[in-house]
């Protein structure tokens, strides 16, 4: 792969770009900055052949800086609005789950303890990035769902009892199921139960 003399000031600007662009769909920031350095050196490199780009050292590092500190505001904001409730669109391999009433948040499922997070209200959607089997609540629900959604990020447990965990996102939990089974476990559970219901 042959470099021109100019592919640094390319590159950056190419990898602010994307990387500004990946943010509004609330990837997670790994992938993200993968993705922006992969395409953008593939830009960078082969840009010349698509179109001749003319910006200066200083323009480029310049236009990068801007547009990854809008990628930090924009992170920045998406957790300040999802913290206030709002639901916004997101892209990811996460489930949706919706509260059918107010979840507390644990960090340690196996007793319903640790470090208490941020409350779930009622009606409110949040991404889940798996379950696992932990404390058992008072109707013999022992399902818990980690929570990918900020600002738990998925640091915080919830009891999958609270949700309706069917598509629904309001009206009684009564005849719901314990959990989402399309939800993937956690770490090493591997353990397939009987489906119950509320």
């Known amino acids: 792969m042959q470099i021109d003399n100019g592919w640094r000031n390319r590159y950056w600007l190419a990898f602010g770009v994307l990387l500004a662009m990946l943010a509004l769909f609330n990837l997670n920031p790994w992938i993200d900055f993968l993705i922006a350095f992969t395409v953008s050196l593939l830009v960078a490199a082969h840009g010349p052949r698509i179109a001749k780009w003319r910006v200066a050292p200083e323009q480029a590092i310049g236009y990068a800086s801007v547009l990854c500190l809008l990628v930090l505001a924009g992170y920045g904001l998406r957790h300040v609005l999802s913290a206030a409730g709002v639901d916004l669109p997101e892209i990811g391999s996460h489930h949706r789950e919706s509260a059918g009433s107010v979840a507390h948040t644990w960090t340690d499922y196996m007793d ?9 209200p009622h009606g409110r959607p949040v991404r889940i990035a798996c379950r696992v089997e932990g404390f058992r609540v008072a109707d013999g629900n022992d399902w818990w769902y980690r929570i990918a959604s900020p600002p738990w990020n998925g640091n915080y447990y919830v009891s999958a009892d609270a949700f309706y965990n069917n598509g629904n996102d309001s009206g009684s939990l009564r005849g719901t199921p314990f959990v989402d089974y399309a939800i993937p476990l956690c770490a090493d559970q ?9």
């Open 190 to 198: 591997r353990v397939i139960r009987p489906k119950r219901i509320h």
């Open 112 to 120: 319903a303890g640790g470090t208490q997070g941020p409350l779930i």
